[in-house]
C-alpha cells in the first residue's frame, strides 16, 4: 500500500529534551517536507526536500533540522524543544516537476507534539 | 511570497444541500496549481481536487467542483449532495510550478447538519 509513515503519533516531552519525529514514504517520491498546524494558521512548512541530499528552508524553520540521506527517509529534529513547539506536525511527499501529478502531496498521519 | 485566504472560519449546510468554500490567493505566477484539501476529525490530511491555473476547464471529482477565476485569483470549492461524512475542516492550497511548496490557507470548518 502507498503510503508515508510518521512516528511517533503522539509524543509528551519536556522543554529541552531533544526528539526526532520519523517519516518514510514507499511511493519513491523525489520530494518530502514537513508542516505544523496550528489552529487558525493552517498548515505551515517548516523544511522541504526535493531529492537526497537536498533541502531547504520553508516558512517557520526556527528550531528545527532535517537531513536526507536517504529517499524514503526524511525525519524531523527538534534539538532544544520549546512549548511554542507544541503542535501537530505532518510530513508530505510528492513527484517533482515532469509529471502531471506534480504538486500533489500525500501527507502522513501527522504526530500530535506537547512540549511542557 | 504567495498568499491563500480563506475568509470563512465556519460553515454549516443541510444533508443534501449544496455549499460553497471560498478561497483567493495572491500570485505573480502565469502557471501554479491549486488544491482543495479535506481533514476529518481523524486528522488525515485527503486531496479532493486540483486544478491547474493553465486550463481553462473547471475540475470535478464527482460531487465536487471548483470555480476557478484565474483573473480573480478565486478558487471556490462546490459540494453538491452534501453528506455527513463531508464534516470536516477544508484547507484551499497553492503550488508553484516548481513545487517546492504549499502554502495553506487557514481552513473553514464544514458541518453537515442531519
Known amino acids: 500500500e502507498a503510503q508515508v509513515t510518521q512516528n511517533p503519533r503522539y509524543l509528551i516531552t519536556v522543554t529541552g529534551k531533544k526528539l526526532t519525529v520519523t517519516c518514510s514514504q514507499n511511493?519513491?517520491?523525489?520530494?518530502m517536507s514537513w508542516y505544523r498546524q496550528d489552529p487558525g494558521l493552517g498548515l505551515r512548512q517548516i523544511y522541504y526536500?526535493?531529492?537526497?541530499?537536498?533541502?531547504d528552508k520553508g516558512d517557520v524553520p526556527e528550531g528545527y533540522k532535517v537531513s536526507r540521506k536517504e529517499k524514503r527517509n526524511f525525519p524531523l529534529i527538534l534539538e532544544s524543544p520549546s512549548p511554542n513547539q507544541t503542535s501537530l506536525y505532518f510530513c508530505?511527499?510528492?513527484?517533482?516537476?515532469?509529471?502531471?501529478?506534480?504538486?500533489?502531496?500525500?501527507f502522513g498521519p501527522g504526530t500530535r507534539l506537547t512540549v511542557l | 511570497a504567495q498568499t491563500v485566504t480563506q475568509s470563512q472560519p465556519e460553515m454549516s449546510v443541510q444533508e443534501a444541500e449544496t455549499v460553497t468554500l471560498s478561497c483567493t490567493y495572491d500570485?505573480?505566477?502565469?502557471?501554479?496549481?491549486l488544491f482543495w484539501y479535506k481533514q476529518p476529525p481523524s486528522r488525515q490530511m485527503i486531496l479532493v481536487i486540483r486544478?491547474?491555473?493553465?486550463?481553462?476547464q473547471n475540475a470535478t471529482e464527482n460531487r465536487f467542483s471548483v470555480n476557478f477565476q484565474k483573473a480573480a485569483k478565486s478558487f471556490s470549492l462546490k459540494i453538491s449532495d452534501s453528506q455527513l461524512g463531508d464534516t470536516a475542516m477544508y484547507f484551499c492550497?497553492?503550488?508553484?510550478?516548481?513545487?517546492?511548496?504549499?502554502?495553506f490557507g487557514s481552513g473553514t470548518q464544514l458541518t453537515v447538519l442531519p
Open positions: 508530505a511527499s510528492s513527484f517533482s516537476g515532469g509529471t502531471r501529478r506534480v504538486g500533489e502531496q500525500f
Open positions: 511511493m519513491n517520491h523525489e520530494y
Open positions: 526536500s526535493m531529492n537526497v541530499e537536498v533541502t
Open positions: 500570485t505573480s505566477e502565469s502557471n501554479y496549481y
Open positions: 486544478q491547474e491555473a493553465y486550463k481553462q
Open positions: 492550497a497553492f503550488s508553484s510550478e516548481s513545487a517546492r511548496q504549499l502554502t
